[in-house]
């Protein structure tokens, strides 16, 4: 660290889907303000399920709200991902972001739904620009679900990663489970359990008589194997998956040459 | 293949993110109706850059519409992974899609494109339900752009992973170079080249004298290497990478370990 980095406090950049007034993210900014001076940029409205969506076709605002006493923070009208680009571009334009945390998601982002997560988007779009990233989400989707019983492992594991950094990756997808009695057993490095959601949308009819479906569905688990997060919050555990974008499947190249003319 | 499967044409998904009226989808349609029975449901409006975004807040539509003489098509007013989703679970309720293909996009999806691509997120929502997808997109982003040059590309890699699958993967990121000469050189198979967006927000003030921003940029390539996606197409190459939704960096966990209580 240089000298000049020791004087200066850590800026961490606070995001989520689930709005700027959302509790979860009020439990977040409560824990990471310890840490380094903290500035908010989060969705005016709910985002869940933008996955890593980018506002195309309309124009993005941004405006300072008074949401968390003594904390600079700021509302946008895009997905997650915008606002973590407004953040880096606009409100933070001369200075380093040192950590991005995006939650606490009030709803699980395990297994495959990091990939419809604006949560977890949003702390990808962070990673992408190098900054140390990480997503938290509860597993429970109640506005008045208990934060409590979690704190002190999201506490844990932001201090652990700003100490100690992620090797090999600038992204994890934290998921904390909910078990009824509170006791949080631990925590658990693993992979991302396979896994799909078996649609069954809602089918209805508006007042003019034209039909509409509203999605909805019941997620599945394809992996029963202990090494992943699927099983460790069955356990009881916090899971830990890092993640990263490179989406190539490696395995296939060497059987798809085939294709090459 | 068995007596029944053999008898029957194969039943061929067609979606994209410009909407159902662009010029790319009915390139796209000509192509592979030549190998079975073609379904169209894509998006009513252009839905770039959604990624993986599903619609939670709101009602979903799908319309039967008269847009491809002779074929069942249909446009929703959801993201291209609604559409997948209705489509799967609603239009083709009781039938099973063999093929899925998305596209062909006004512009690339090579690189880390690949997450906030609407197009890209479409096929991988059907590869998700097992079904082999093939996302395709051009290198030039004008209604009016060539596309006779890619014809046969697009032609030879639906025909090919039609009869052979593609092995450890159920999903392809095609990218097609658009050589001023037209003169395509070939087709590589390769991996996804590490690169980001360097945003330049536009900054205007609206008729109320309030501040918008409108999201620019211009795309870095980080990786110069002759095994990815960007140098395939920078060589006039069209470009395959075999694809998935694993996120995970298995390469971290061992030194991640740390975190575990």
Known sequence: MSY?????????????DDGIVAPGIRVLVDIV?????????????????????????????????NVFPGLEAYECNGTPVDCVKL????????????????GINHGSNASI???????????????????????????????????????PYVDKIIRDVMERGIPHSRLLNVNIPYPENGRIRGIRVCKQAEGRWREEFME??????QKY?????????????????????QNNYVSVVPSGHDLTTYASIPGLKYLEV
């Not at 606009?90 to 945390?101: A, E, S, T």
């Not at 479906?213 to 202990?226: K, N, P």
């Open 4 to 16: 000049f980095a020791a004087m200066s406090k850590p800026l961490i950049l606070v995001t989520n």
């Open 204 to 209: 209805a009819v508006d007042p003019r008589g």
């Open 87 to 102: 953040a880096k571009h606009i409100v933070l334009k001369d200075r380093k972001v040192d950590l991005c945390v995006s």
């Open 213 to 233: 479906y509203w999605l909805t569905g019941v997620f599945q688990v394809d992996d029963h194997s202990e090494d992943t997060d699927i099983w460790a919050l």
């Open 33 to 65: 303000r310890a840490y380094g001076d903290v500035v908010v940029v989060a969705p005016d409205s709910p985002q869940s399920g933008k996955g890593h969506a980018v506002t195309l076709e309309e124009p993005l605002r941004i405006n300072k709200v």
């Open 113 to 151: 739904n990091i990939i419809y997560s604006g949560t977890m988007s949003a702390a990808m779009e962070a990673s992408l620009e190098g900054v140390n990233s990480i997503g938290f989400s509860l597993l429970n989707f109640a506005f008045d679900a208990d934060f409590n019983p979690c704190r």
